[in-house]
């Protein structure tokens, strides 16, 4: 079995299409399409668009005899599958709104993903659910007592009759998915995209973010659940003609470097991912495997999904330069599931841009005033570093707003809100949380802050993670960047928060490391070297507990739910509360910090 080649005689259109059916047909008349990958490396299934747009039209017809209204839910458990990409299309031609639900889940948490999906299934109203045999139990489970029109396998649909007539026809203002999101701060919600609104941001990115040309090829291993393995990487590449190459998300994570030998055998040009995997990759990496890729094609290696710390990406080029990777590759990005995906992207072939700014005056007024890491060598000026996200795909206007909604200028931190075409319709079934989000008059609180230099983006954090010390604004990323710096803590290994101390009377900062040291004296060694750079850096106290490796939940997309982090330690404490404390978990003795800064609070937001 051959894979689908990178070029073919059809003029490149930049999803300028009404509807997604609109665009499929029209990459149904060339020769690219859809590839996946084993864990082995080799390639199990391989279809044009065209033969993609016969299949998917026949299942279509079979979904219409199930009598589901147009407009109606259909459920996808989205394991990195040719039948998920089929079933997405078959949605589509069939007038249905599909809907990806999560493919994972954690050891010991069979339960809980049978609730979550319970759920979710409840949440969007489902007429129909599709799970793949490996995942086929879990929804059975998962549907217990629902009263659904069909829930079962690919074979159990494909075994329906064709319906006879015409299929329902959709318009740009139809319902294209409904995507529910990853959430690290709340429970998933989901995000109604419209077909004309992913189409615009696809064209904005194609045009302006990717600049895509004739030749280019994607790769991926992201899930089909996150709306970058969906619409980066499912929807993109169709609606602009060009083939893309699938390795399964559990595949990756357990051999990551078969990513890199899909990209090096087929030649791909653009790729994406969170920081984590890039640091993930080059973990397994040997000397002498970098030298038998070539990754001299890739010319977009998206950034993004998470807050992006420039040591990985560094480590990354370094390794992998023997490769024929360049560092101008990596394009830092901006995006989320309510802009159905892009908002802002680095310059093409543009060195990753870092702003360094005082941390001081950044937690206690708000503003990132640059700061030269030379002259604050050797004082007591603390110096932070944050990723240039790039300028504003041209169809979204930006605002940074402060706690009262007023717009602040460049420098000054403050809420995101966002404005566009690209922009969602609202939460599905939530009117609540869509007032809270969208504006009568189309502004969309992102919940992100962040900051503009010179036209640039610049992301700070979330909202509702900030750590509020003695009246200081303490990102969790700064503290958890501490901790990351000590030997043996792996990038992925750290989360801080904040908690309500003993007395009840005010927040501390806590960091849960995960620790693979067994040695209680070296475990020790570790929670007093974070404390002290904790007190050094910030002037704070703060409690270190040690954990076992994969204890820090993750959402489905695999960025650290910190949210879900600080309930796990409050438990954790609640269920030791009878016994004495550990050595693994520390406060150290002092009541009061070195340094207090008395100034009042200031919510950034």
Known sequence: MQATGSSHDLALRKADFSTLCEALDYAAQGTTGVNFFSARGEIYASATYAELREEAIALARRLSGLGIAPGGRVALVAETSPHFVRFFWACQYAGLVPVPLPATIQIGGHAAYVAQLAQLIRNCGASAAMATPEWADFLQEAVAGMDLALVGTPETFDALPEAAGDLPGVTPGSTAYIQYTSGSTRFPRGVV???????????????????????????????????????????????????????????????????????SVNRATITSAPPFAYELAVMRVRPHDAEGLDLSALRVACVGAEMISPEPLERFAEVLAPAGFRKTAFLPCYGMAECSLGISFLPL?????????????????????????????????????????????????????????????????????????????????????????????????????????????????????????????????????????????????????????????????????????????????????????????????????????????????????????????????QAAAAVPMQPATVKPADSQPETVDEAPIRYIA
Request: glycine share 8%.
């Open 349 to 573: 072939e543009e060195e990753v841009g870092i702003d360094h700014i005082d941390s001081e005056a950044m937690q206690r007024d708000g503003i990132a005033r640059p700061l030269d890491p030379a002259e604050a060598e050797g004082t007591e000026r603390r110096v932070a570093r944050y990723v240039d996200c790039g300028a504003l795909l041209p169809s979204f206007e930006i605002e940074i707003r402060d706690e009262q909604g007023r717009a602040l200028p460049e420098r000054h931190a403050g809420v995101i809100h966002l404005r566009g075409p690209s922009v969602m319709s609202g939460y599905f079934q939530d009117k609540e949380m869509t007032r809270e989000a969208l504006s009568a008059d189309g502004w969309l609180n992102t919940g992100d802050i962040g900051y503009l230099a010179g036209g640039r983006l610049f992301l700070t954090g979330r909202k509702k993670d900030m750590i509020i010390i003695h009246g200081r604004n303490i990102w969790p990323q700064d503290l958890e960047h501490l901790a990351k710096s000590q030997p043996g803590v792996n990038y992925n290994d750290v989360a801080a928060f904040s908690v309500p101390s003993e007395d009840g009377r005010h927040e501390e900062a806590v960091i849960v490391v995960q620790c693979r040291e067994r040695d209680e004296i070296k475990r020790a060694r570790l929670v007093k070297t974070i404390i002290g750079m904790v007190r050094s850096e910030f002037g704070i106290d703060c409690r270190v507990e040690l954990v076992p490796t994969r204890t820090l939940p993750r959402t489905s997309s695999g960025k650290l739910a910190r949210a879900r982090a600080r309930l796990d330690h409050l438990a954790r404490q």
């Open 193 to 263: 995209i419209d077909q004309k609104t992913v189409l615009a941001n696809i064209r904005d990115m194609a045009e302006n973010g990717l600049k895509l040309h004739e030749g280019d090829r994607f790769s991926s291993w992201l899930p089909f659940y996150h709306d970058m393995g969906l619409v980066a990487f499912i929807i993109m590449p169709m609606a602009t003609q060009r083939s893309v190459d699938f390795l399964g998300t559990h595949d990756f994570a357990m051999r990551p470097r078969k990513w890199l030998e899909m990209m």
